[in-house]
T-cell receptor, first 111, second 122 residues
Framework: SQQGEEDPQALSIQEGENATMNCSYK?????LQWYRQNSGRGLVHLIL?????REKHSGRLRVTLDTSKKSSSLLITASRAADTASYFC???????????FGKGTRLHILP | DAGVIQSPRHEVTEMGQEVTLRCKPI?????LFWYRQTMMRGLELLIY????????DSGMPEDRFSAKMPNASFSTLKIQPSEPRDSAVYFC????????????????????FGEGSRLTVL
């Protein structure tokens, strides 16, 4: 069963624009992670934010976490064609070691 | 390190046949996860191991599915007999869990995924 739900399901933007994807989850978490998946490939870890953190940066990525709203956002600034991929949030519950993924957001960067 | 290695990358089989998917995790990792990905259901966690011990198999669809981890460097996911609805991409992922052994242990590491095994059951 899914824990995280990404929004929107699909997003198309012009190269150079910023892309924002959101994730909502249901239960208490230890951390939330974002992954990227290129077509036909495995998932690649992008960034992890712990439940006691509110914001984290990594290069052009910015992740926020609001545990009171049980939501997170991933911002990709100055998008590039190579950012075209599916992006997934994944939550690790604070009662077990399970890492549960949402259904993802398909991001398409238009040249 | 070569990363997580899965085999086969592609498998086409007929309904009723046995399917065995294999995974070699990253050396030194002590947690291993099997996921199934379909368009309809997304990424589903099937089972995960910690220190070669199955911790939670509640995601295994039914008794036709079984998974083993005989040692720290190898795991299998078996489907017997296979059905067309089992068609999916099966991913193996590994990670390092700093603490082990108790229900309070939390996996604070990122998952490293293999390239997946695409299974088609006709």
């Amino acid at each position: 069963s899914q824990q995280g739900e990404e929004d929107p399901q699909a997003l198309s933007i012009q190269e150079g624009e910023n892309a924002t994807m959101n994730c909502s989850y249901k239960t208490s978490i230890n951390n939330l992670q974002w992954y990227r998946q290129n077509s036909g490939r495995g998932l690649v870890h992008l960034i992890l934010i712990r439940s006691n953190e509110r914001e984290k940066h990594s290069g052009r990525l910015r992740v926020t976490l609001d545990t009171s709203k049980k939501s997170s956002s991933l911002l990709i600034t100055a998008s590039r064609a190579a950012d075209t991929a599916s992006y997934f949030c994944a939550t690790e519950g604070n009662r077990d070691d399970k890492i549960i993924f949402g259904k993802g957001t398909r991001l398409h960067i238009l040249p | 390190d070569a990363g997580v290695i899965q085999s086969p990358r592609h498998e086409v089989t007929e309904m009723g046949q046995e399917v065995t998917l294999r995974c070699k995790p990253i050396s030194g990792h002590n947690s291993l996860f099997w996921y199934r990905q379909t368009m309809m259901r997304g990424l589903e966690l099937l089972i995960y191991f910690n220190n070669n011990v199955p911790i939670d198999d509640s995601g295994m669809p039914e008794d036709r599915f079984s998974a083993k981890m005989p040692n720290a460097s190898f795991s299998t996911l078996k489907i017997q007999p296979s059905e067309p609805r089992d068609s999916a991409v099966y991913f193996c992922a590994s990670s390092f869990t700093p603490l082990t052994g108790t229900s309070a242990t939390l996996n604070t590491g990122e998952l490293f995924f293999g390239e997946g095994s695409r299974l088609t059951v006709l």
